[in-house]
């Protein structure tokens, strides 16, 4: 079936530091990518998206890339400040049938920004 | 995003009951969507609805059911067929086709 791999799943670095998080999925007719950042406790926020006629895309510190051939995208943040610290997810459209506009969620990469 | 809220933000089950979390938006979306999060597992698809009346089984949809009778609603209903209902439940909504969905602040759900 369907999937996506998303990883690390913790990812620890110095505050300045760059942190790259990395997500494979399954199905070659997938053409959305949105990443969410959700801090402890609260809701899942967009912080960007890109689509599949896009190579990269970027919004000041925070650019994605996604190469379709090779099935996979990354998130990039340059930077990083202690405020960063939180889960992220990646996700991936499905396109069959009625199920337009539904993701398939990896399972997170936690992110600790030290000062 | 104060477009949706969910209600309540703590929901305590006792064994062999039904309780029912509310969704409400007001962002004039068409699809909303029904997640459980569990610790390290994502989000996972319960239910999901593209347009009023109209709601389909996600990948995780056993012991719960939804309806959609109005646009701005959906709620959940998580049965006592779910026999490991503790969780963090999330609705989001989004427009129809590969649009951004934005998420409640979420329900949390517990056994007592």
């Known amino acids: 079936g369907e999937n996506v791999e998303q990883h690390p799943s913790t990812l620890s670095v110095q505050e300045g530091d760059s942190a790259v998080i990395k997500c494979t999925y399954s199905d070659s007719a997938s053409n959305y990518f949105p990443w969410y950042k959700q801090e402890l406790g609260k809701r899942p926020q967009l912080i960007i998206d890109i689509r599949s006629n896009v190579g990269e895309k970027k919004d000041q510190r925070i650019a994605v890339t996604l190469n379709k051939t090779a099935k996979h995208f990354s998130l990039h943040i340059t930077e990083t400040q202690p405020e960063d610290s939180a889960v992220y997810f990646c996700?991936?459209?499905?396109?069959?049938?009625?199920?337009?506009?539904?993701?398939?969620f990896g399972k997170g990469t936690k992110l600790s920004v030290k000062p | 995003d104060g477009g949706i809220t969910q209600s309540p933000k703590y929901l305590f089950r006792k064994e062999g009951q039904n309780v029912t979390l509310s969704c409400e938006q007001n962002?004039?979306?068409?699809?909303m969507y029904w997640y459980r999060q569990d610790p390290g597992q994502g989000l996972r698809l319960i239910y999901y609805s593209q347009i009023v009346n109209d709601f389909q089984k996600g990948d995780i949809a056993e012991g719960y059911s939804v309806s959609r009778e109005k646009k701005e609603s959906f709620p959940l209903t998580v049965t006592s067929a779910q026999k490991n209902p503790t969780a963090f439940y999330l609705c989001a909504s989004g427009r129809q086709g590969y649009q951004p969905q934005h998420f409640g602040d979420g329900t949390r759900l517990s056994i007592l």
């Open positions: 962002l004039n979306h068409d699809a």
């Open positions: 996700a991936a459209s499905r396109n069959y049938g009625g199920s337009q506009g539904n993701l398939i």
